[in-house]
């Protein structure tokens, strides 16, 4: 069954650090998301993205993230200079039409020292 | 603006039992669309099953069945005979056409006993 991949499963940073993380959606899907959960916390949605820009973001989702698409099969979301508070299990998902629910990776777990 | 209530942190359920985790949600659309994903320690969203708001039907997969309560806007989750794997953190959320992004509930935590 086709899966999201995301890499890595785990990552350390420091303070002040750039990050990306990466994601391989379905390759027929269209849409594409982000979405994090705090430790213990609900899931909540960062960015969503269809036909190569963002369609929607939420208001976590500051000047210090992006999303990219580079070539077609990767999308990526970079936080340039994360805070401790970016700590997080981050998902991507993708969907090939959203009323059909979405299809989340294993996610990356963000710890921000 | 939509919102989805989970309104119990934890339940627990014997093998074999049958166990109902609640949901409820509010919206002022008409066309939407209601999830349930389980999410066990691996930490991977697994969707479990999925409800049309236009259909009276109770959506069903194997083992799991929704209650859809369109006028009280309410989604419960009914796990029969339950099995040592089912036992995960559950979360329900609400899909609206206006609203355009999947909306998630706080989440229940199931646990199984043998």
């Known amino acids: 069954e086709p899966e999201v991949t995301q890499t890595p499963s785990h990552q350390v940073t420091q303070m002040g650090q750039e990050v990306i993380l990466r994601c391989v959606p379905i390759s027929n899907h269209l849409y594409f998301y982000w979405y994090r959960q705090i430790l213990g916390q609900k899931v909540e949605f960062l960015v969503s993205f269809y036909n190569n820009e963002i369609s929607e973001k939420s208001e976590i989702f500051d000047d210090q993230f992006s999303v990219e698409r580079p070539d077609g099969s990767n999308f990526t979301l970079k936080i340039r200079s994360t805070k401790l508070e970016d700590s997080a299990m981050y998902f991507c998902?993708?969907?090939?039409?959203?009323?059909?629910?979405?299809?989340f990776g294993s996610g990356t777990r963000l710890t921000v020292v | 603006a939509q919102t989805v209530t989970q309104s119990q942190p934890e339940m627990s359920v014997q093998e074999a039992e049958t166990v109902t985790l609640s949901c409820t949600y509010d919206?002022?659309?008409?066309?939407?669309?209601l999830f349930w994903y389980k999410q066990p320690p691996s930490r991977q969203m697994i969707l479990v099953i999925r409800?049309?708001?236009?259909?009276?039907q109770n959506a069903t997969e194997n083992r799991f069945s929704v209650n859809f309560q369109k006028a009280a806007k309410s989604f419960s989750l009914k796990i029969s005979d339950s099995q040592l794997g089912d036992a995960a953190m559950y979360f329900c959320?609400?899909?609206?056409?206006?609203?355009?992004?999947?909306?998630f509930g706080q989440g229940t935590i199931l646990t199984v006993h043998p």
């Open positions: 409800q049309e708001a236009y259909k009276q």
């Open positions: 919206t002022s659309e008409s066309d939407y669309y």
């Open positions: 998902a993708s969907s090939q039409g959203q009323i059909y629910g979405y299809t």
């Open positions: 959320a609400m899909w609206g056409t206006s609203y355009g992004k999947l909306t």
